[in-house]
């Protein structure tokens, strides 16, 4: 049986995140959680694959208790079981160290697996450095933003898009994709599968110690970059509207900026003005 297995992130469900401008933090408390949208064709995938060529789905993800939440939808939509992630020591860190995780735990709790799934990036970082350093981490080969996906006899084929051609390719599994969010249309949620999210115990919960994490690799300690500071841009220049009829919008334009219209023409307007 296939052994497949697909990571998910829970994100905010906002399209503009909000931030804490005095502590430079995401203000996750503000917004409900969700499967990052990428995630979800990632699954989605994955359980195409299942029903056509058959196997076993784990769905994997790294965040606060609360991510269990996108573990259970995943088995609500007919993963097999789920993995969380979970430890205060994993708070905070960069894709590099995430990926780390990922993969030890991958290894730990899914051991035989055959292909690794990733949505292509995240709607809250949006890096998709992820899953390509999740296949060196594991030292297997992995290809991006595929959007068409088959697996037959030990080998994906799988389509991409990539600078406006069609590319066709193979990979040997076991092996890593990451899938774009445009060609499948992911699936609602069957009320039987809302009941087998509830009732069997398909989650194992497992802390940094549990995974048997290095403590100097884990987390925002054992991440490289930090994030010096957050903001949002704001902008520099002020809007005017001018109204009424366009004789009056042309004199108003000329009232307020004629030295700067009189500048880029090489003309004194005033006197020119004046003296006519
Ligand atoms: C406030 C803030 C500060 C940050 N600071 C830094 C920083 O200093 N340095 C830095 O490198 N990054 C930083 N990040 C990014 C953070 O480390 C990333 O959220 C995380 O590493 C995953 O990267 P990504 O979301 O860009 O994933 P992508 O690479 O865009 O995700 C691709 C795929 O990887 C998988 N994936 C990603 N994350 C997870 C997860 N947690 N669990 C399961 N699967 C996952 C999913 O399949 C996802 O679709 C920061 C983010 C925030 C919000």
């Known amino acids: 049986m296939l052994k497949l297995v697909v990571c998910i992130k829970q ?13 430079g933090t995401l203000q996750r408390d503000l917004a409900e959680g969700m499967m990052n949208p990428a995630c979800r064709s ?23 208790p609360m991510a269990e939440e996108v573990l259970r939808e995943a088995i609500a939509l007919g993963a097999d079981r789920g993995v969380l992630l979970t430890d205060r020591k994993m708070a905070g860190a960069d894709t590099s160290v995430t990926s780390h995780t990922l993969a030890r735990a991958i290894e730990k709790a899914c051991p035989g697996f055959e292909l690794v799934l990733c949505g292509f990036s995240t709607s809250d970082s949006e890096t ?3 899953g390509p350093q999740l296949a060196e981490e594991l030292d297997i080969p992995g ?3 595929v959007d068409e996906i088959e697996v037959s006899g030990g080998a994906v084929r799988m389509r991409r898009i990539s600078d406006h051609f069609l590319e ?6 076991p092996g890593i994709v990451t899938v774009t969010t445009g060609h499948y249309a992911p699936r609602h949620v069957p009320l039987g599968g809302l009941q087998a999210a509830f009732t069997a115990a398909q989650i194992v919960t497992l802390d940094a110690a549990a995974v048997g994490l290095d403590s100097e690799w884990i987390g925002a ?7 010096r500071n957050v903001y949002s841009p704001t902008a520099g220049k002020k809007n005017i509207v001018l109204t009424g009829a366009p004789k009056r919008i042309v004199e108003q334009l000329f009232e307020r900026f004629d030295d700067k219209i009189g500048g880029a023409i090489g003309k004194d307007l005033k006197t020119d003005k004046n003296s006519k």
């Open 221 to 227: 300690k054992g991440s490289a970059t930090k994030i």
């Open 143 to 145: 290809v991006a933003y």
């Open 168 to 173: 066709t390719l193979e990979m040997d599994l």
């Open 42 to 64: 990632a699954l989605d995938t994955a359980l195409r694959i299942k029903e056509t060529a058959g196997g076993e789905i784990t769905a994997i993800t790294m965040g606060p």
């Open 128 to 130: 998709a450095q992820v």
């Open 11 to 23: 994100v905010p469900m906002v399209s503009e995140l909000p931030w804490d401008p005095a502590t």
